[in-house]
């Protein structure tokens, strides 16, 4: 079976961004980029299912300018077989980037598509959801482990309460959440290896989707900063500032 | 305009988050209809029936709908959404699961966590872990959106409007529950509680998370857990707060061994107050706590539930 991972190219998650002063957007010159971290644990997954003899490919496909190439090399480093670059300068809404995967869904018909649960950066928390009902499958997402059992996979997702399994059909739309894997790290002869990996590029354009943007940024501000407030001695301090300053406990 | 709010409920108890999706969903104004899906949920039905400012709620009780699975919820959501301009639900993992979709099948955007209305067709959000805060504009003429609760103040209960039930029931047949393995606590939950009291890797190990429970009791605290406690096994995931956790914003937040990294930072930084006990006086939280102290958790943590 095939697997389709979608990665994302975004701000290393330790780098703290900063805002624009002209409050247009976050300031990304300079900023240290990598895969967005779920993206990772779904790069596993599907490495892991090929190296368990469940999958017989991986494809990693990444949505972006040229500089999300280095992504795919670092996915065909971590044991992806073969990328696709869409190609395109523009910043896409999740429902966008969800149509242009449906039609590599369509060319490729993975049995399962992996996503990561949410990019680090824009905290969207769509596109593969999106991507199952555009595509009509059912969607195991936030999931910790996934189980392909002949024509159908067990999903146990982490929700609010707790933990849920639930049995979809194949094909299936799977995103990642924290505690599904670690992923492994690139060893040096795989990062020469990935090099020589294919990686396909089209544009977006070609697919004849109205890409339009659905919503306008209209600003971006800091957020309201916190002070740091004051170091206590003791452990009796700090009872009588909660009750008598700030009041929060009786 | 016509708002539909789904209403966040486990077929018995209508959570409390409703009632601030129901606060947003007034900041843009309209009629706003609760919908309940769900199976054998006529007293959520009956609660929803109390919320302030409310013109209706709308019930689909079927055993197709028992674990609001995305595939059935998002097809009978869309179909709905052909009376209503706008569809809102609670951006907690059931409504961030069918959402999306929802949004899909009526070809439009989805607007994710929003802390504040600006206008009908303008939200603000946060972003980069909440490093930065969006102001944006969605040109869609219907609108899906989830309201990130920690950013309204719920409405009150003391209302009461009709209940209509829908006969309509969609199986998409391509998914199936399987089994729940649900946290038993009881300790108010995370998203309500007043006071949170949270533990991370220093903790150690899970045991040690005992040293929690005097304290909670005296404070009538939820606990919580960093993501590294929750990845050692310390404790269950559903109590990790932070950017992919849960988020809270309680009047007291007690870190303790927590470092403070910007995704746990994400998920608590909206306290009132914030007390950080931890024994390297360099960690980060300490930039963000009203109250620090330098100590072994250890020490610190059997003299605070003796002082209280
Ligand atoms: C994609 C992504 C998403 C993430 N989402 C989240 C999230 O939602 N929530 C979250 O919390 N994290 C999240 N993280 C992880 C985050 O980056 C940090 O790794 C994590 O928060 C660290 O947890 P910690 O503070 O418990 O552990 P550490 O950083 O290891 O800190 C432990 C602290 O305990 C203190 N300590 C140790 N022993 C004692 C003692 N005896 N007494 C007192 N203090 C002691 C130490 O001084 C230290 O400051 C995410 C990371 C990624 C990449
Ligand atoms: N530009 C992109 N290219 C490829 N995959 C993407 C892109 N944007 C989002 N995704 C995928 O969708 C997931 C969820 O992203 P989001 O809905 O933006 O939070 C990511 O973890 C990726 O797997």
Redesign the interface.
Known sequence: MKVLVPIKRV?D?NV??R?KSDNSN?DLANVKMAINP?CEIAVEEAVRLKEAGTATEVIVISIGDKNCQEQLRTALALGADRAIQIETDQNL???NI?KLLQKIVEEEQPQLVILG??S???????????????T????G??A?EVKVEGEKV?IT?????????????LPAIVTT???LNEPRYASLPNIMKAKRKPLEVKSAADFGIDLT???????????RE?E?????????E??E??KNE?K??S | MSILVYAEHDNSVLKADTLKTVAAAQKIGGDITILVVGHNCQTVAEKAAKVNGITKVVVADSAAYEHQLAENVSLLVSELAADYSVVMATALTTGKNFMPRVAALLDVAQISDIIAVESADTFVRPIYAGNAIATVQSLDAKKVITVRSTGFNPVACDGSAGITSLDNVINAGISSHVSDELTVSERPDLGVASVVISGGRGMQNGDNFKLFDGIADKLGAAIGASRAAVDAGFVPNDMQVGQTGKIVAPDLYIAVGISGAIQHLAGMKDSKVIVAINKDPEAPIFQVADYGIVADLFEALPELENAL
Request: net charge neutral.
């Open positions: 701000i998650y703290k961004v805002v976050v779920f809404d999740a429902l969800a649960k949410q680090i950066d824009s905290d969207n928390n769509q596109t593969g959801q999106m991507l199952a009902a555009l009509g499958l059912a969607q997402t936030f910790s067990n997702r982490e929700v609010d309460g707790g933990l849920q399994t639930v049995s979809l059909n959440d924290l505690r943007a659905r919503t306008i940024l209209l600003k971006v501000t800091p957020p916190r740091a407030g004051i170091i206590v001695e003791s452990i009796d700090l009872v500032k909660l700030a929060v406990i």
